[in-house]
Nanobody, 126 residues
Framework: QVQLAESGGGSVQAGGSLKLSCVRSGHMFGNPRYTYCMGWFRQVKGTEREEVATIDTDGTIKYAESVKGRFTASQDTAKNTLDLQMSNLKPEDTAIYYC????????????????WGQGTLVNVSS
């Protein structure tokens, strides 16, 4: 089965930067020919999980309006990693960040993904 492992969260002051990494291992149903959309999502306790940045299976990258110009997602298909470089962080970016993936969809919609990482906490202080 597929597993996702996130790393790179932590605490930072507003205006600072952090880089999150997600490594995908394994293959759905043991089939190495599947391709996966991947994405970063975040959730504040008591609110719904929201999309931050996603990479479709055709390589299209999409960002939430709230992070455009500050966050950059990049994928290394050879290493099965999805990184999220976050700059000019704001207190409202504080959340648990999750990596998600799925082999069934071109685009990762956070409502339907089959595979999730355990999450990593990003805390931005003012």
């Amino acid at each position: 089965q597929v597993q996702l492992a996130e790393s790179g969260g932590g605490s930072v002051q507003a205006g600072g930067s952090l880089k999150l990494s997600c490594v995908r291992s394994g293959h759905m149903f043991g089939n190495p020919r599947y391709t996966y959309c991947m994405g970063w999502f975040r959730q504040v306790k008591g609110t719904e999980r929201e999309e931050v940045a996603t990479i479709d299976t055709d390589g299209t990258i999409k960002y939430a309006e709230s992070v455009k110009g500050r966050f950059t997602a990049s994928q290394d298909t050879a290493k099965n990693t999805l990184d999220l470089q976050m700059s000019n962080l704001k207190p409202e970016d504080t959340a648990i960040y999750y990596c998600g993936a799925d082999h069934r969809f071109l685009h990762c919609d956070g409502r339907y993904l089959a595979v999730w990482g355990q999450g990593t906490l990003v805390n931005v202080s003012s």
